[in-house]
Nanobody
Framework: QVQLLESGGRLVQAGDSLRLSCTAS????????MGWFRQAPGKEREFVAA????????YYADSVKGRFTISRDNAKNTVYLQMNSLKPEDTAVYYC?????????????????WGQGTQVTVSS
């Protein structure tokens, strides 16, 4: 099973861009479907984006579609979340998640490996 470590979160201003990274340990990263989720204070953890094993398919929450891009580099065991045109409502802890499956899920309960999260704060 892989272990995940997110990085890249910080305080930015509305309209700025930010790229989050999630690096996985282990040699089977390419067999995992990867997802990004976020959790704002007082709210449930919600789906942000997901990517298939081979990067052939990507999926986004409506709230981030057109602003965020998920990608992965299997040679580097890393998945990225490029976030553009950030809004204060994007403020949350962002989590990387993995599932050893070829099926891409939006449901957080389907992911069995999680990182510790990275804080993104967008000021207005």
């Amino acid at each position: 099973q892989v272990q995940l470590l997110e990085s890249g979160g910080r305080l930015v201003q509305a309209g700025d861009s930010l790229r989050l990274s999630c690096t996985a340990s282990g040699r089977t990263f390419s067999t995992y479907t990867m997802g990004w989720f976020r959790q704002a204070p007082g709210k449930e953890r919600e789906f942000v984006a997901a990517i298939s094993r081979s990067s052939g398919s990507t999926y986004y929450a409506d709230s981030v579609k057109g602003r965020f891009t998920i990608s992965r580099d299997n040679a580097k065991n890393t998945v990225y979340l490029q976030m553009n045109s950030l809004k204060p409502e994007d403020t949350a802890v962002y989590y990387c998640a993995a599932r050893d499956s070829g099926i891409v899920y939006f449901d957080r309960s389907k992911y069995n490996t999680w990182g510790q999260g990275t804080q993104v704060t967008v000021s207005s």
